[in-house]
């Protein structure tokens, strides 16, 4: 189980260089074929928020919660897992895997590549006062062509009904609200603590200025407590 929790976006990286082999090997209709797609921009998307570059959880736990703790707090070897897994891979396979016969779930989890781009793209940036983060060059180059291709074959196929639309559009503001701004904090504090242990990010998972204050914010963050 470590070894998935420390791993698991490089395990991502091979089902995505195996899902694109299956994706010519198969050759589905387009619409399943643009959802496997994202699939794939996702397992890419989030080699380069934990591996290349790979400091997303620091500045995740540093930029958004201003953490006292970001090598651990909220968002951290665990939590990713979970979060990451439990949450983007199962909506994205599902989406994928159902195509046509569930169009809702496929409007869903393009909704939470949308919630991806905007968030890469300026949240991020606009809270850190950055021109880059990791998860922004996946964002703009995948994650958003196949956002407005899936709309062009969405309204050209007519293939989502009027509760398609509402049903994907309502579970896609839920998957990005609590599955993605909210959840690290309730995971942490639900499943981390119970568990009395502590899942550290590693070194190069923080951004680089952190690598170097962790021990003086850790020092500050127990004289204020004690």
Known sequence: MNFLRLHWFDVGFFLAI???AGLFWFNPSPLSWILWANLIALFFHQLEEYRYPGYFPGMMNTVMFSSQQPDRYPLNANTALIINLGVGWLAYFLAAVFGERAI??????ILVSVGNIFAHTFLFNLKGKT?????MVTALLLFAPITAYFGFILLRGNFATLADWV???LLGVVLNFIGVVKSHKVVYLNLNKSLKKS???TAKQKRKQ???DEPKRTNNHIGRTS
């Open 104 to 109: 809702w779930l496929g409007i869903a989890a």
């Open 131 to 135: 021109f880059y983060n990791p998860g």
């Open 199 to 201: 899942y550290h990010i």
């Open 167 to 169: 049903g994907g559009i």
């Open 18 to 20: 195996l899902t694109g």
């Open 210 to 212: 952190d690598r170097y």
